[in-house]
């Protein structure tokens, strides 16, 4: 199961296994001139079976999407045993309902997945990242909108955290920050290109409208593989760091850029009021926020004393319930698994919970896949 069937090097169409690694695909890919879409801080474990059914999103989706959009066919063995072909590697096809899509994300409730045609995006021929340093979230909502203005095609990433972030990464992973002076804010912007001088020039560019705007305190851009690796790595171990710090209560959310600032306002004041944060001793040591701006998704970290208890009782639900009272959703790019479903009524009416549902029934009517998780738990 951790075979690659084909790859259409005119195309760029790979079919593989559902036992593929991420990253040993993506190593493959680019001997062919590609890359995989899909990028996760978890690429040298998970598997792009996996990837598909939890339709992950990870660190470029702002520039090639989701796996909806990336997903050409799949292969899957249906609750019955019979095999679902849909291994179609046609980019347009509209010919009857799109099936396959309905088992991107499904978590594997509707079907296993064994197979996937995907297409892949050509490997660029420039890229460059630029670390910000603003003293506040007002300060990034902007520097994103003249990031989409002055970088266009090339933009590949928009990435945030907050001081606190930076500093556990620092403190616990022991780890040079992408920065060398202190903000209250990061931004880690990547591009990705065809030819440099052109994507120097516009980086160029779009770091003076920075500056004339006074939205930046600090900046630094690199061309270097390496250091640009490094200033990744550091982003990538974010969660790692604050895991390490105490007892981290994790949260993955869509949310209106209008509110995401205010989401993090919200659960201190909230954590506060109940007596669990911002006085010496209490279970709470820190509420941080960081994640993908382009995408509108937000990981929010509660980290205590210990798991679950008094922390849990006081978040759950009312974070949800007031994520989905601002338009967001309850489940980002990690899932619903086998404790989120039961607060998908914040974020989904109940005629869309129970046509889900209704699906869920038609596929596998005996609940034997991935039973009491997902959707069932609604």
């Known amino acids: 199961m951790n075979k690659v069937r084909d790859l259409d090097a005119i195309t760029g169409v790979l079919v593989a296994e559902s036992g593929c690694v991420l990253e040993d695909l993506d190593n493959y890919a680019q001997t062919q001139g590609y890359t995989v879409p899909v990028d996760l801080g978890a690429r040298k474990r998970c598997m792009i079976g996996g990837n598909v059914s939890t339709n992950a999103g990870g660190l470029r989706y702002l520039r090639y999407g989701s796996m909806h959009g990336s997903v050409l066919g799949l292969e899957v063995v249906l609750p019955d045993g019979r095999i679902l072909d849909s291994l179609f590697t046609l980019k347009k096809d509209a010919s009857g309902y799109d099936i396959k899509q309905l088992f991107i994300g499904a978590e594997g409730t509707l079907g296993v997945v064994t197979a996937v045609a995907i297409s892949l995006a050509p490997m660029p021929g420039a890229s460059q990242l630029a670390v910000l340093g603003l003293q506040d979230f007002s300060k990034i909502q902007r520097a994103y909108v003249l990031a989409r203005q002055s970088l266009g095609e090339i933009i590949s990433a928009f990435e945030f955290w907050e001081r606190r972030c ?47 705007e006074g939205l930046v305190e600090n900046s630094g851009v690199t061309r270097d593989k390496d250091d640009m690796d490094r200033t990744w790595l550091f982003r990538s171990q974010m969660a790692h760091a604050h895991s390490k710090s105490g007892h981290m209560h994790v949260y993955d959310f869509s949310l209106p850029s209008k509110y995401q600032y205010e989401l993090l ?3 201190k004041s909230h954590l506060e009021t109940a007596g669990l944060y911002g006085t010496p001793g209490v279970p709470v040591s820190d509420v941080t926020i960081f994640g993908h701006i382009g995408d509108d998704n937000i990981h929010l970290q509660v980290v205590a004393k210990e798991f679950g208890g008094v922390v849990e009782e006081a978040m759950e639900p009312w974070v949800y319930e007031w994520v989905g009272s601002h338009g967001g959703s309850v489940a980002a790019e990690h899932g619903l698994g086998a404790h989120k479903g039961q607060f998908l009524k914040y974020s989904k009416s109940p005629v869309l919970i129970e046509a889900m549902k209704s699906i869920k029934r038609l596929f596998d009517p005996n609940d034997i896949m991935n039973p009491g998780k997902h959707v069932s738990r609604a």
């Open 265 to 267: 306002l919200a659960v």
């Open 166 to 212: 930076n500093e556990l990464v620092v403190q616990y992973e022991g780890y040079d920050s992408p920065l060398g002076s202190s903000h209250e804010f990061y931004v880690l912007i990547e591009t990705r290109g065809a030819c440099l001088q052109h994507d120097m020039e516009k980086m160029d560019w779009f770091l003076e409208r920075l500056q004339k």
